[in-house]
């Protein structure tokens, strides 16, 4: 037997509403299309995730509707799990189709008796390996005449400690997307009682010491950050930078796993969910091994083998989950490998080596798509939800508009006139149109296999060496998990295949087949070619579109799913054409209007938000759409968000000279530096260059830094400004530095 073991990880969406299209955009499309292809190369894939049932989010939920936290995850687990089978996400069957060797999926829920047991073992094993210190935290507290209750994370709002911004909930910012704990919440309230009188009182926990594991993490890092993209990298160092402290994995609250501790002290607290979630990718390969596969071979998906090989790990998020996986998951997962070998508080942390779990090889994250000007959100109601989407539309072209559209880089914008035109244009005016070119140019020759008779390759050479190259490219986008980049190639394939057609000119020969008149043969060996570019179309698609890819195989004459066809025989031309009596198009063409009047009949019967415009709150829906030049002239380099000139102006760059370079007290990675900006005093910043320069190296330098950057405190000192430095990704940073003398203070323009 052959083939990689592959582990694809997803995502835990927490179960207290359906999932919009932001979820799908950021992190259940784009799993699923990597799996389907790596299946069909060959690869032992086994895809997990499942539903987050426990936390705030689930509590908030219930006690609003006035139900318990069991209704509310067991509706939308339920809902949730049905909507992306419908999108076509393959989570089941749970075995794949060539043996349970081969993998297969589960989309499980943290509610899973075997999760909670797993869970309550591995916090057992953490505690006796001296990875947790108990300490006193502080917490706001809402004082009722019942007695109160302590606040959770999301039972506390305020304003956010970095971008001011107001609703922010107690454990992280929606807005810009900074952790932080509740009680540094500016103006903060109780969320499901917002006059009640709230206060800081003192409560014990455990913390997981996180900052044992600073230097394998940084190694780790280092060794990833060729494949990891660069808002991964960024985010994985700008926590690493501040250095590491303990976390907290305990909370005051009744919904969820229960500490297994005795004791009295320990009533009324759980595992918090953080710790719990991320342990679902490890729990459910082994709940998919004993319950689906009846084996014990989960750790060939999860341990390294005793050569040193690690199986591939790929964690498919948003970018608002990217820590959690490049710094707090592996810390866990190498706490766990230290705690099985027997290790103590005074032995060293490493990384995994032979027998140990393994940790993660990318992490393909992706930034958010974007309604309205805002991020998809369910907490909010700003959404466009996937099961009334499905209601309405063949779940492929919202695959495929998701797929052209994802936001890879940056984030992007999901909009009814654009989502139309790329349906209307793209994939029926191009995909669409050459299968029905070739199907409709095969039926008026007749017969139960039209095309065969014709099918003379050394006709096609130069149409042969192009699908060659397009296969290359597709594979190579999809390696690096470039998912947009490789649809374009697939579509690629089908704008040539229309320009192959209509070049060869095949109903000219047609006429001549039957006036018998003429040398038809070169065009029809064209047409029967189009046969084979179909064919490999649809192999190619299938990730994307496994829908049509499906159908369009059918019509072709090709049995089986085409899903279980191997991805290299797209290109393998001696494959015998076949053809079917099945006629059908492929996709139907959208109205623009009749979807835009429906969106407003939505919005005039909304009860969740007075403002609700009549394209259903998504961006551009009261918009005609703007001409192709004006289009191509809107929209920015891949990579890039246009930003406007009015924006750009109001930065405030300026030079300075450094006057001094300490050491902040409390964190490893970051220098507090004085900048002489042309005031007295000057200014203070902090700075994270201590990896890249020493004190002594820095002091002297001019260099420019932003002015106008609204202070805050990082880890307690008044950070009033941003140094400018340049990064290439690579590990070199250098500070941006002036050429020439020039006055403190001047303006960089």
């Keep these: 037997m052959s083939g990689e073991h592959v582990l694809i990880c997803v995502a835990w969406p927490y179960a207290n509403g359906p999932l919009h299209l932001g979820h799908v955009a950021g992190c259940y499309l784009p799993p699923d299309i990597h799996a389907r292809y790596e299946r069909a190369l060959g690869n032992r894939v086994l895809m997990v995730s499942g539903s987050d049932e426990h936390g705030t989010p689930i509590t908030v939920t219930a006690e609003t509707l006035g139900i318990s936290p069991q209704q509310v995850v067991d509706q939308y687990h339920a809902i949730n799990t049905q909507a992306l089978l419908d999108l076509g996400c393959i989570w089941e069957p749970n075995i794949d189709h060539r043996g349970a060797d081969f993998g297969g999926a589960l989309f499980n829920r943290t509610s899973d008796s075997q999760h909670k047991k797993l869970v309550q073992e591995n916090f057992k094993s953490l505690l006796e390996a001296g990875l947790f210190e108990q300490k006193t935290m502080q917490q706001y507290y809402e004082i009722r005449e019942d007695g109160g209750r302590f606040l959770p994370d999301r039972y506390v709002e305020g304003e956010c400690p970095n971008c001011g911004e107001d609703g922010a909930r107690g454990d992280q910012c929606d807005e810009c997307g900074t952790t932080y704990e509740a009680h540094e919440l500016e103006n903060p309230r109780s969320k499901m009682n917002p006059g009640a009188e709230i206060e800081i009182r003192d409560t014990e926990h455990f913390f997981y010491r996180l900052d044992r594991f600073q230097q394998v993490l940084e190694q780790h890092a280092t060794e990833r950050n060729p494949q990891w993209k660069a808002n991964v990298r960024a985010m994985t160092k700008q926590w690493l930078d501040m250095g590491l402290r303990p976390r907290a994995v305990t909370r005051d609250l009744d919904w969820g796993i229960s500490l297994p501790l005795d004791g009295d002290e320990w009533d009324g607290k759980c595992v918090y969910v953080w710790f719990e979630a991320v342990q679902g990718y490890y729990s459910c390969a082994r709940i998919w091994a004993e319950r689906f596969a009846q084996t014990d071979d989960w750790r060939k998906w999860w341990c390294v083998s005793e050569n040193g090989e690690s199986p591939r790990h790929l964690y498919f998020l948003g970018k608002d989950n990217i820590p959690f996986h490049t710094v707090i998951w592996p810390a866990l997962i190498m706490g766990l490998n230290h705690a099985t070998k027997g290790l103590g508080e005074d032995d060293p942390v490493s990384l995994p080596g032979p027998g140990d779990l393994a940790l993660e090889s990318n992490v393909p994250a992706m930034e958010y798509l974007m309604l309205a000007g805002g991020q998809f959100s369910k907490s909010r109601k700003h959404a466009v939800w996937l099961p009334s989407f499905l209601e309405r539309f063949d779940p492929d072209t919202l695959r495929y508009y998701l797929s052209i559209n994802m936001p890879e880089n940056h984030d992007t914008d999901f909009n009814w006139p654009d989502f139309v035109e790329k349906i209307n244009n793209e994939l029926n005016g191009t995909y669409g149109n050459y299968v029905n070119r070739v199907m409709s140019l095969g039926n008026k020759l007749g017969g139960d296999n039209p095309l065969s008779e014709f099918d003379q390759l050394s006709y096609c050479d130069d149409e042969m060496s192009r699908l060659q190259e397009i296969y290359v490219q597709i594979t190579q986008s999809l390696n690096r998990h470039r998912y947009k980049e490789a649809l374009r190639h697939v579509m690629s394939a089908a704008q040539y295949g229309n320009q192959m057609i209509q070049k060869a000119a095949p ?227 250098k500070l941006i530095t002036v050429d020439g003398e020039i006055g403190n203070g001047s303006r960089v323009r």
């Excluded at 070169?522 to 990730?543: C, D, H, N, V, Y």
């Excluded at 191997?566 to 054409?577: G, H, L, N």
């Excluded at 750009?648 to 002489?676: C, Q, W």
């Design 507 to 733: 109903w000219e020969a047609i006429k001549s087949i039957e006036s018998g008149s003429g040398d038809p043969t070169e065009s029809m060996a064209k047409l029967a070619f189009g046969w084979r570019l179909a064919r490999f179309l649809s192999i190619t698609s299938q990730p994307f579109l496994p829908f049509s890819a499906q159908r369009l195989w059918s019509m072709l004459g090709q049995e089986g799913n085409v899903s279980e066809v191997s991805y290299e025989s797209a290109v393998d031309w001696t494959t015998p054409i076949t053809w079917s009596e099945i006629r059908e198009p492929l996709f139907a063409r959208l109205d623009l209007e009749a979807i835009l009047e429906h969106e407003e009949s939505l919005a005039s019967s909304s009860q969740d938000e007075a403002h609700v415009d009549p394209g259903h709150g998504v961006k551009g829906s009261g918009k005609k759409s703007k001409d192709k030049e004006e289009k191509e002239m809107d929209k920015a380099p891949e990579g890039t968000t246009f930003l406007d000139f009015d924006t750009f102006m109001s930065v405030d760059l300026r030079t300075g000279t450094i006057r001094s370079v300490e050491d902040h007290p409390n964190a490893d990675k970051l220098y507090v530096v004085n900048i002489d900006d042309g005031t007295e005093g000057g200014r203070t910043v902090c700075a994270g260059l201590k990896p890249y320069y020493s004190a002594e190296e820095m002091t002297g330098k001019q260099v420019v830094f932003v002015a106008n950057l609204e202070p805050r405190k990082l880890r307690g000192v008044m950070s009033e400004g941003m140094i400018c430095a340049a990064d290439d990704g690579e590990g070199a940073v």
